[in-house]
């Protein structure tokens, strides 16, 4: 008897899941000549958080996007694709459109791709810091439009079943157990969980390994009210090895459990710490060896094997830049401090296989004459390419490839200036030298100075000394807005706006401050 019962009650569990709401909703957006894609949705299977349905938006290159703020684990990220869990009766659909060209945004839609009579699907915008004022049903408008700067919400509010189950799933066993010292590197972890009221809610899944999310990697295979999740290893494991698993059922309920395992085949780290990886690249390419992995501070450089895997000789605990560099790739890189052994994972987008130009001028203040300038170009320590400007300032690099780059301007008698950038596309950067024997000359009055006083979310104080001129550059170079300080004044506000009053996008923005003869240049991170 107990035996029907269990097999009655999990084909109704299956028919309320089947039936949860499952839709995806393409949103077509324009403005002026550029237009871009962006997907909203839910599904019995997806997670809030960021999963296999969801696709990031990467801001390589540049171009007019529009996404959707989340947040997994505390990782905050943007989605050009944002699909949700449908367990839940309220989602909300935060988004920012970037890189606009005109003044106004418009944003189209199928009301169809909604299933009829499955909840209220609303959609309006706000500048930010104030509230929607008119909402607009997507069932039954197909577009809105509204003007740069605003922001939009997409809401949606639909009825879930509802399950009378305050008992959590249970982890019944796991492949590896609590303690255990494995002699195989790359051996197969499996964890069961069984749940014979609401059933197993695979959406909610949660793994980190070595405190590094694989939820991602998980297969599941379930029989009845029982699932099991595997983990196949892409790398190695370390000598120590520490797992957290957390699930829930579809009443919401959640256990968690931890482990801790060893590897008995670990190399003495007594000389150092390995660090290893896997490097993808985009479009599904499947010839992934060759691939440049470099660490900066000390020249050290590797290539990846057949499998896109690389493994660095044992490092001493410090911080390193690790650079992962393609032809017809961009390149990235991240800043790690090595206190144990380490896995990255990195995923390269195509160039799309074009070589690029760096140019620009080299003023010489005070000159007519700007011939003479010394403008080298150094590839992070691989390669240095030098060229010496005309009688009009002008120089020029051809690359074969966007990448990391530090560009100098030197001229004798003048102060030499340089940049750190990461160019793209074809990229210009001009350069002011002020005269030496000019600087020498007033060092002893009081010194230009550019200090932040407040940053909030209306915008940066910054208190400048001796300052007339503010120039704000994004990190390739580009002039995004210019601002004078009148006569007197020692304070001056950046609202976040470019020259065209649009908000910049988070990243690297340099800040230069000029004075009568000469100027200085800091650098500020905005975060989204």
Known sequence: MRRKFLLIFFLVAFFCISSALDFRMELDVTCGADNTTATIGVSPDARNGIDAYDLPYLGFPPAFALY??????????????????????????????????????????????????????????????????????MTEVDSIAYNVGNRIQIVLRHEVPTYDDTISPEIISWSISDGDTIHD??????????????????????????????????????????????????????????????????????????????????????????????????????????????????????????????????????????????????????????????????????????????????????????????????????????????????????????????????????????????????TIINFSLVSSSIREHISGNDPISLVVLSAGGDGIMFRCENVRKISIFDISGRSIRKFDVPPGKSEAFWNYRDEFNRYVPAGVYFIRAAGSDFSITKKIILLQ
């Not at 684990?73 to 839940?88: A, E, H, K, P, Q």
């Not at 499955?118 to 104030?130: A, C, F, N, T, V």
């Not at 074969?400 to 003048?414: D, N």
């Open 68 to 137: 959707f703020e989340t947040s997994d684990s505390g990782l905050s990220l943007n989605l050009v694709t944002d699909i949700r869990f449908s367990g839940d009766s309220i989602q909300i659909w935060d988004g920012t459109t970037v890189m606009e060209t005109s003044s106004q945004v418009v944003i189209r839609w199928s009301p169809s791709s909604f299933p009829a009579d499955s909840g209220e699907l609303k959609i309006g915008y706000h500048l930010p810091g104030d509230t929607v004022e008119e909402w607009f049903d």
């Open 185 to 426: 590197s790359v051996a197969v972890l499996s964890v069961i969980v069984v749940d014979t009221n609401s059933g197993v809610d695979t959406s909610s899944v949660s793994m980190t390994l070595n405190s590094i999310p694989i939820t991602f990697f998980l297969d599941d295979s379930s029989y009845g009210d029982t699932v099991m999740f595997s983990y196949s290893p892409l790398l190695s494991y370390r000598d120590t090895n520490w797992v957290v698993f957390s699930i829930s059922d579809f009443a919401g309920n959640m256990t968690s459990d931890s482990i801790t395992f060893y590897y008995a085949d670990s190399t003495d780290t007594s000389s150092g710490y390995v660090i290893s990886g896997m490097v993808f690249l985009s479009g599904g390419a499947t010839t992934l060896s060759g691939t440049k992995v470099m660490v900066s501070e000390l020249g050290i450089t590797e290539t990846t094997n057949t499998m896109g895997q690389f493994s660095l000789d044992p490092l001493p605990c410090d911080t390193y830049t690790i650079l992962f560099d393609r032809e017809d790739y961009i390149p990235v890189d991240t800043v790690i401090y090595l206190e144990y052994d380490t896995t990255i994972m990195v995923t390269l987008e195509s160039s799309g296989g074009e070589g690029i130009t760096i140019s620009g001028l080299v003023i010489l203040e005070g000159e007519t004459d700007f011939s003479g300038s010394i403008v080298s170009l150094n590839t992070f320590g691989v390669d240095t390419m030098f060229d010496t400007t005309d009688a009009s300032g002008n120089y020029e690099f051809l690359l074969p490839s966007p990448g990391f780059f530090t560009i100098k301007a030197e001229h004798t008698g003048f102060r030499t200036d340089s940049l750190f950038v990461i160019a793209l596309n074809d």
